[in-house]
């Protein structure tokens, strides 16, 4: 077996890993997926503009603070409560959508996995290699359940990380 440091192994590392990313987005449901995906990076990049709006209104308040005006403070926090507010309901949507985005893509690699598993070709395997596989469809639903669930989460939370520091 070659190491996992080697560069055949990193090779075969991510050509499965395309071959798993690949196997949703040319799917049926690719394109209800891709609507969601291009929904789910709007709304992170809407939560990175609510939390610049955030910080702007705190500004905001410190400086009316500072500059004893009772008027401008009471704005600052009206504006403040408005942004507040936005955040909430943009992250609340983003987090709905990026669920429903993975429950879509998990549902279809599910699918196509348990396809394969009661298949002739595994129920030979299985016969070959006696009680090394247990319970596979447990594994197949856990493991699927991984690899969307970080698929998607790091993708997003990376982009959101990146506009975040290109926005402060």
């Known amino acids: 077996m070659p190491s996992l440091r080697s560069p055949a192994a990193k090779r075969r590392f991510f050509r499965d890993l ?7 987005w040319t799917s049926r449901d690719a394109k209800v997926g891709g609507l969601l995906l291009a929904l789910a990076v709007a709304l992170e ?51 709905w959508i990026r669920q429903r985005l993975e429950m879509r893509w998990r549902h279809a690699l599910t699918d196509d996995y348990l396809a394969k598993w009661i298949s002739m070709d595994a129920y030979v395997h299985s016969k070959l290699h006696g009680q090394d596989t247990d319970n596979p469809d447990q594994r197949i639903a856990e493991d699927i359940r991984n690899y969307v669930a970080s698929a998607l989460g790091l993708s997003l939370s990376l982009l959101a990380a990146v506009a975040t520091l290109v926005s402060f």
Do not use: C, H, P
């Open 45 to 95: 990049f809407g939560t990175v503009y609510a939390n610049v709006l955030i910080a702007e209104a705190q500004r905001s308040i410190g400086d009316s603070l500072q500059d004893k005006d009772a008027n401008a403070f009471f704005t600052g926090m009206g504006v403040f409560f408005a942004y507040v507010i936005f955040f909430l309901l943009t992250s609340t949507y983003r987090i």
């Open 18 to 24: 395309w071959r798993l990313t690949r196997m949703y």
